[in-house]
């Protein structure tokens, strides 16, 4: 079945610093989507990409969805204490009639 | 409006008994789905409702089952729990498009 890998796992920084996380579909993706979960709370949607080569802009957050639609990338500038929490990108293949896969998520942790 | 609300909050169950896990989804959303949260295997999905019709399935066993309501509000049944169980379960909601889904803030179970 559809797998999809996300890579770091953790992730250690500054505060300051640029924050990147990759994502990895075994399949062709329709969309992917992407949500922050902060310590003890439950997802939350931050963006849908859908259009090959898509980047989308979000304050100091951007989104990338490569040209395959395979591969995905969230990078955060100049990370903030507030940017604390789990980054997980999900897709669904199968042109949106599959679940939504989630990515094992990259846990940002910030040192002030 | 009201988010996506998940009863109840918390649940301690035996081996062997049975359980059930409430969702009222956004109003107006007609999409629900539920998810398994685990430290080692992630968010995982379960299956996914749209206008009181299963549309798609996780890879679970079939002690793992759902329905929804004309409502749209969704349960989920788990039948002779077992120690691997303890999770928490998520619902989410979506109205479709671009705005992703909605999460509830979980049911944690446990099972002794």
């Known amino acids: 079945g559809q797998q999809v890998m996300q890579i770091p796992q953790y992730q250690h920084v500054q505060e300051g610093e640029d924050f990147t996380t990759y994502c990895n579909s075994s399949?062709?993706?329709?969309?992917i989507q992407w949500y922050k979960q902060r310590p003890g709370g439950h997802p939350v949607f931050l963006i849908q990409?859908?259009?090959?080569?898509e980047v989308k802009k979000q304050k100091r957050l951007t989104f990338q969805f490569g040209e395959a639609k395979k591969n995905s990338s969230l990078h955060i500038t100049a990370t903030q204490t507030t940017d604390v929490g789990t980054y997980f990108c999900?897709?669904?293949?199968?042109?949106?009639?599959?679940?939504?896969?989630f990515g094992k998520g990259t846990h940002l942790i910030i040192q002030p | 409006k009201a988010g996506v609300t998940q009863t109840p909050r918390y649940l301690i169950k035996t081996r062997g008994q049975q359980v059930t896990l409430s969702c009222s989804p956004i109003?107006?959303?007609?999409?629900v789905s539920w998810y398994q949260q685990t430290p080692g295997q992630g968010l995982q999905f379960l299956f996914e409702?749209?206008?009181?019709?299963?549309?798609n399935k996780g890879n679970f066993p079939g002690r793992f089952s759902g329905r929804q309501f004309s409502n749209s509000r969704s349960e989920m049944n788990v039948s002779t729990l077992e120690l691997g169980d303890s999770a928490l379960y998520l619902c989410?909601?979506?109205?479709?498009?671009?705005?992703?889904?909605?999460f509830g803030s979980g049911t944690r179970l446990t099972v002794v």
């Open positions: 989410a909601s979506s109205s479709g498009g671009r705005y992703g889904y909605t």
């Open positions: 399949t062709t993706l329709s969309n």
């Open positions: 990409l859908v259009k090959s080569g």
């Open positions: 999900a897709g669904h293949s199968g042109g949106g009639a599959d679940g939504l896969t």
């Open positions: 109003s107006g959303h007609r999409s």
């Open positions: 409702y749209f206008s009181e019709t299963q549309r």
